[in-house]
């Protein structure tokens, strides 16, 4: 124990903190560094329509593959992006790429209604933010009306000036909200007719458990109602089984995305996905 080790010496971390530590650091600075090496690429996937099989939305997801060779999941090091303050520059690279991407899969004939890039909470608390997204669209020659952006729950649970005109900003644009993740954040859902939400994105571990009893089931069909009730189209992600879509069709859920459609792909691969669909 430190008390053991003698006055003034201060043991107060054991080897497997100081590990988390400096594999914190690591990954901090290696993550400062990625976008100037080039490291970050986006794959897409998308989400259709159970009304007429539409291609709705394409979802970029961020991917990391350093120099070194080693590939970094966004569960682990979006967290320390926001921490670090560096997810601003890579939320900005993440805008650009998606929509220079869409404009052109849309150049190249590809049908899909909008892109949509997720956006952390740290992002949107950003005062430039709301203008960025137009510039960004502007500069990429994607129309706004086509850009959707996936916000958390906790993202939207601050009411503050900034975010109110960056909400103004957007419903002006035709910039489409969606409330990602829904039904993991908090229970408070004032914000959700306070803010122009279009989209309900039901979290996957719901979505994976609807086979597991009626009333889990009746999880997704309250969400699906919640929805309804306030005008909102509602996803389910991680769809992975016919089961599961067969249950959520049932249910009017408007829209899925997973595994059962495709996984995440490269944007080459993706544009032979919509051909193929389309044909
Ligand atoms: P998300 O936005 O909820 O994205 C859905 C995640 O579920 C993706 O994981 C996707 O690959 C995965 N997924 C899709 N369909 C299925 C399925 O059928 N089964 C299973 N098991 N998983 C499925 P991914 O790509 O690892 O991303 C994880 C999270 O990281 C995202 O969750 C999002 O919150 C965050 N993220 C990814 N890219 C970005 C980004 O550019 N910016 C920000 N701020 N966050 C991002
Ligand atoms: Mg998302
Ligand atoms: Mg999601
Ligand atoms: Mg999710």
Request: proline share 2%.
């Given at each position: 124990a430190a008390k053991d080790a003698g006055r003034n010496t201060f043991q107060f971390y054991n080897d497997s903190f100081y590990e988390k530590v400096q594999r914190r650091v690591t990954l901090e600075q290696e993550l400062r560094q990625a976008l100037a090496r080039h490291e970050l690429s986006l794959v897409y996937q998308p989400t259709l329509s159970l009304r007429d099989g539409r291609v709705a939305g394409i979802e970029a997801l961020l991917r990391w593959r350093t120099t070194a060779g080693d590939s970094r999941s966004p569960a682990e090091f979006i967290p320390i992006a926001e921490e670090c303050g560096e997810i601003l520059a890579i939320g900005r690279w993440v805008l650009g790429e998606a929509c220079r991407q869409a404009r052109e899969w849309h150049e190249q004939g590809l049908v899909f209604d909008r892109i949509a890039v997720n956006v952390s909470a740290v992002q949107l608390r950003d005062s430039q933010?709301?203008?960025?997204?137009?510039?960004?669209?502007?500069?990429?020659?994607?129309?706004?009306?086509?850009?959707?952006?996936?916000?958390?729950?906790?993202?939207?649970?601050?009411?503050?000036?900034?975010?109110?005109?960056?909400?103004?900003?957007?419903?002006?644009?035709?910039?489409?909200?969606?409330?990602?993740?829904?039904?993991?954040?908090?229970?408070?859902?004032?914000?959700?007719?306070?803010?122009?939400?279009?989209?309900?994105?039901?979290?996957?571990?719901?979505?994976?458990?609807?086979?597991?009893?009626?009333?889990?089931?009746?999880l997704t069909q309250a969400v699906v109602s919640l929805g309804h009730a306030l005008g909102m189209e509602v996803v389910a992600e991680g769809v992975e089984t016919e089961a599961i879509l067969a249950m959520l069709r049932e249910q009017g859920c408007d829209q899925a995305q997973g595994y059962l459609f495709t996984r995440p792909l490269e944007p080459a691969a993706l544009g032979t996905w919509l051909r193929a669909q389309a044909g």
């Open positions: 933010f709301a203008t960025d997204v137009l510039e960004i669209c502007a500069r990429n020659r994607w129309p706004t009306d086509r850009l959707e952006l996936e916000l958390t729950e906790s993202a939207l649970m601050r009411d503050t000036d900034v975010l109110r005109r960056a909400f103004d900003l957007f419903s002006a644009n035709g910039i489409c909200l969606a409330v990602d993740d829904f039904g993991t954040g908090f229970s408070n859902l004032a914000y959700l007719h306070r803010f122009p939400v279009r989209h309900l994105k039901i979290d996957r571990s719901f979505v994976q458990q609807m086979g597991e009893g009626a009333r889990l089931r009746g």
